[in-house]
């Protein structure tokens, strides 16, 4: 269902299977039993799942689309978007810590086999460039990896470093790389900077099964549409005609409240626009 925003920018709003959406990254299993438990108990979808137009790819929502499969449901609600398109932008998440222990430091430079550079601009260059595939950077000391790994190595050992980092019970923290230079105003702040990747590697990580770790891309879309409050009793058991049905009323019925970009909304700050839907809840 597509439809005009009066800022003009379109919305496309579906109703896909859930056997249909492919994810690309894992679920936090805790996350995914909180919105599970909420699912449960509002009995609503409130807002949709970002995906692909054309390959049904999980943009964002990977623990929504997890959680309406664990609830038997055959629909979803997605908003979709051309992911190949410049409008779709894809960002890295980095991973952060404060203050760490150098027990913590030496097994992370284990894990990814490091060797210390003489700088934070040599070591991040070195990165970017695909030189080196990871990066641990601070301000006083920065470390890039012996060997060159490929896109799937290199984030399975993300994986276990979000193992051990528990296990060490070390608060680990996200920031996309877009705004990480404030991370380094600290030295006492360390930042594991992986290797960059592209839309294809990400459609390609989805159709293989290879799922990257959770909090790994970052998507910002031209238009995110929120608060549309679905019932789920439907995508349970409606038809997908049902749904079309059910969701046309719903736009048709909604005062629609536009926000700017990098606007701040319960306790969180949106990179793109949001369309708000409102009937009144």
Request: glycine share 2%; net charge negative; proline share 5%.
């Amino acid at each position: 269902m597509l439809f005009q925003a009066s800022n003009n920018l379109a919305i496309d709003l579906r109703i896909v299977p859930v056997d249909e959406l492919i994810p690309h990254e894992q679920t936090i299993p805790l996350l995914l039993q909180s919105v599970t438990r909420d699912l449960e108990r509002t009995r609503l979808q409130r807002d949709p799942i970002l995906v692909d137009s054309k390959t049904m790819l999980v943009l964002d929502g990977m623990h929504r689309r997890a959680a309406l499969e664990s609830v038997h449901c055959h629909f979803a609600m997605c908003a979709a978007y051309d992911y190949l398109a410049d409008s779709t932008k894809l960002q890295r998440w980095l991973r952060y810590f404060v203050a760490p222990d150098r027990q913590f430091i030496d097994a992370t430079i284990r894990l990814f086999d490091l060797e210390r550079v003489e700088n934070i601009q040599i070591a991040s260059r070195q990165i970017d460039s695909k030189e080196k595939s990871i990066a641990l950077l601070s301000n006083r000391q920065s470390y890039v990896s012996n060997e060159r790994y490929d896109l799937t190595s290199v984030y399975r050992r993300v994986a276990e470093f979000d193992i051990l980092a528990s296990e060490s019970k070390i608060s680990v923290e996200y920031q996309p790389d877009s705004d990480n230079g404030d991370l380094f105003l600290s030295e006492s702040v360390f930042v594991l900077y992986p290797l960059p990747f592209s839309k294809q590697d990400v459609i390609q990580a989805g159709e293989s099964k290879s799922l990257l770790p959770h909090k790994t891309t970052r998507h910002i879309v031209p238009i995110r549409p929120m608060g549309i409050y679905f019932p789920l009793e439907l995508l349970k058991n409606g038809s997908k005609e049902q749904c079309e049905q059910k969701l046309q009323e719903i736009v048709k019925t909604s005062k629609i409240e536009f926000i700017e970009a990098n606007s701040w909304y319960e306790g969180r700050k949106y990179s793109e626009p949001l369309a708000l839907f409102n009937r009144g809840r």
